[in-house]
Nanobody, 123 residues
Framework: QVQLVESGGGLVQAGGSLRLSCAASGLTVINGAMGWFRQAPGKEREFVAYILWSGGKTYYEDSVKGRFTISRDKDKNTVYLQMNSLKPEDTAAYYC????????????????WGQGTQVTVSS
């Protein structure tokens, strides 16, 4: 059974950094794309970034461009989200997801999801 397990969340002051990891187990090859989404209390889940697994092309939501970097380690079946210059508005539960159809900002395209990891940025 394929599982996505996130880690790396925590509490950080504004301006600080965190690196999230998402390890995919139960499969040896990932096709399509891996993405990161986030959801703050009372808000809808929103797209953060995705990476195409084979070619490594990336795409970011405008508010995180220049601050967040998505990357992957194909040997470890792991995707990362390096988050720098964090702001209080980045506070949310962060979820990784996989899609066999390719990258998209639409969460409905992704067929597998992790359990989420909480990121809290204090002002």
């Amino acid at each position: 059974q394929v599982q996505l397990v996130e880690s790396g969340g925590g509490l950080v002051q504004a301006g600080g950094s965190l690196r999230l990891s998402c390890a995919a187990s139960g499969l040896t090859v990932i096709n399509g794309a891996m993405g990161w989404f986030r959801q703050a209390p009372g808000k809808e889940r929103e797209f953060v970034a995705y990476i195409l697994w084979s070619g490594g092309k990336t795409y970011y939501e405008d508010s995180v461009k220049g601050r967040f970097t998505i990357s992957r380690d194909k040997d470890k079946n792991t995707v990362y989200l390096q988050m720098n210059s964090l702001k209080p508005e980045d506070t949310a539960a962060y979820y990784c997801a996989s899609s066999i159809l390719g990258g998209s900002v639409n969460p409905g395209v992704y067929d597998r999801w992790g359990q989420g990891t909480q990121v809290t940025v204090s002002s």
